[in-house]
């Protein structure tokens, strides 16, 4: 494939193929900008398709979020921070602000633990366990839109497979509206989204435990520990950079939450399960207040990288430590 | 401890393993099994099998050609989408991992920021862009977008490869006369075979289970992808609910498919995008 005659007289090998050779300065400079030329041509491609299509359009939405504007011309009716204020005054985004919590929340003492609980028994050597593993995972590659037609007539309030099984097993009072239902429809939801994505985080800690050494464990175990106490001081501590990233997932993931919300309940019943998303969706594409809509987008990129800095200033740093000074040392 | 013993502690583990595993497939099952059966067995036969095994529902999509459409254009914009974003990343990826440039790491700070931008963020401010641009009801509106949202990821994921690739490669390349572009297209592709096959995984499946943009870019029922159909036809048959079941089957097929093929460069690709990321 390549040359086997090794030179004597090396190149800097982790520079570029370019590097220094000449000896007046002049000649090195030139060098210096034509190897800053070429690693800049390589990015062309990827910055143009990244500024124009991902950092544009969100700074024009910064613009726009200031203005009063149907969606055609240009903005011109500038209003200040009114839709700002706007904002915080409607009680749908207050109620999708609270909702986004609550599903944080319930990602975190329930789904993510679960989950987690889940990879504990399939790293373990056991019959069937790639079987599990794969059909645990594969909700993760359907489409929410095939899932959310999926489960809304599952959930179909009385002819659905949800409300025969309940009668089935004598418990046919306590099935009902499901989606429909203003008081359920966000426990209904959470259900759907962790029969979705659970398997997603299971194969993350699957991946993570792997990486815990055999020796470890095994030590704690001579040493007299029980299982508890093993998993407790040598697994979890261990798991604690996979188990950050997850949740760092979950939360980002509560946040944009929009394909489920719309193909099942399109926010309904009267905004209970409406999303952040889903108002910014209905004001910028049904009642074209694009303004007010754009304001909504930059309050959600807000929360996010509020979100993301103050994650990664507070959790994540250690992590990142780790991997900067000592070339990931932490086994990952 | 005995076998015997060993196998009696493990049963209750068994048994909610079981249940989670029946938990996860009787949806996909019920639904398989239901398109097989008319809407009125449905009401008063919910699990057993069909009386009669109907195959009118799943023949009748398949022999009409919407169905086929929808499959040819997600087939279409996800190719596209891979190709574009698995090209670009990897350019970039390389002058990532192999040149030492000012400014080199302030550039992928700038790039990685990108995994913070959730879609639906910029969805709306994009969607007035792609009008401007007379990109809608097209498929580069949904392809380029698309490739410009996995950017950062791929990227991610390539620097990582690349930089594993030993440095005496590209010496031995360039004495050889090759130059940069040459190293990077006959030497470091090559090898990073592994890696692309990854993140092309990756990129198709985001791709196929695209929602929102294909829905706010194609009014046009000809360019609709399959998650867009399968949203209409529910709308269009919500009361024919065997033949929805039918179609939500048949809809499945192709991911799961991809899926049970690339299952560990799926699984792999999302592991590393997680650790790295």
Known sequence: ?332 | MTRKTKAVQSLPLHVVLVLVGAVMIVPLVYAALSGFKSTAELSSNPFGLPEHWLTGNYTGILGSGDFWRLVGNSTLVAVATTVIVVAASALAAFAFARFAFRGRELLFTFFTMGLMFPFAVAALPLFLLLRYLDLLDNPLGVILPQAAFGLPMTIIILRGFFRQIPGELEEAATLDGCSAFGFFWRVLLPMARPALGTVSVLAVVTSWNNFMLPLLVFTDAKWWTLPLGVAQFQGQYSSDYARVFAYLVLAMVPALAFYSVAERQLVGGLTAGASKG
């Open chain 1, 1 to 332: 494939m390549t040359s086997t005659f090794l030179p004597d007289r090396r190149t800097d090998s982790d520079v570029a193929p370019t590097s220094a050779t000449a000896a007046s300065s002049r000649g090195r400079a030139r060098r210096r900008l034509l190897n800053w030329l070429t690693a800049v041509g390589f990015q062309v491609p990827a910055l143009v398709l990244f500024i124009g299509l991902v950092i544009l359009p969100m700074l024009f939405a910064l613009y726009a979020a200031f203005f009063r504007w149907g969606g055609f011309g240009m903005p011109s009716d500038y209003v200040g921070g009114d839709n700002f204020t706007r904002l915080f005054q409607d009680d749908v985004f207050l109620g999708d602000l609270w909702r986004c919590l609550l599903l944080i929340a319930l990602s975190l003492a329930i789904q993510l633990p679960f989950a987690l609980a889940m990879a504990v028994a399939l790293n373990q050597r056991l019959r069937g366990r790639a079987v599990y593993r794969m059909l645990f995972f594969a909700p993760y590659v359907l489409s929410e839109a095939i899932t959310g037609v999926l489960f809304s007539m599952i959930f179909a309030p009385g002819d659905g497979l949800a409300d025969h099984v309940l009668g089935s097993i004598g418990l046919g009072g306590v099935g009902g509206e499901w989606f429909a239902d203003p008081s359920y429809v966000m426990a209904t939801l959470f259900l759907v989204m962790t029969w979705k994505y659970f398997g997603f985080h299971m194969m993350l800690y699957l991946a993570g435990l792997q990486s815990v050494p055999a020796e470890l464990t095994e030590a704690a175990l001579i040493d007299g520990a029980g299982p508890w106490q093993r998993f407790r001081n040598v697994t979890l501590p261990l798991l604690a950079p996979t188990l950050r990233i997850s949740v760092f997932l979950s939360v980002i993931g509560a946040i944009q939450l929009f394909d489920l919300v719309w193909v099942i309940t399109q926010g309904g019943p009267d905004h209970h399960s409406e999303t952040m998303a889903v108002t910014m969706f209905q004001y910028g594409f049904k009642r074209y207040q694009v303004g007010y809509a754009s304001a909504i987008s930059v309050v959600m990129f807000g929360i996010c990288l509020v979100f993301a800095l103050a994650y990664q200033r507070f959790v994540l740093r250690r992590d990142l430590e780790g991997a900067t000074t000592t070339m990931r040392g932490d086994g990952k």
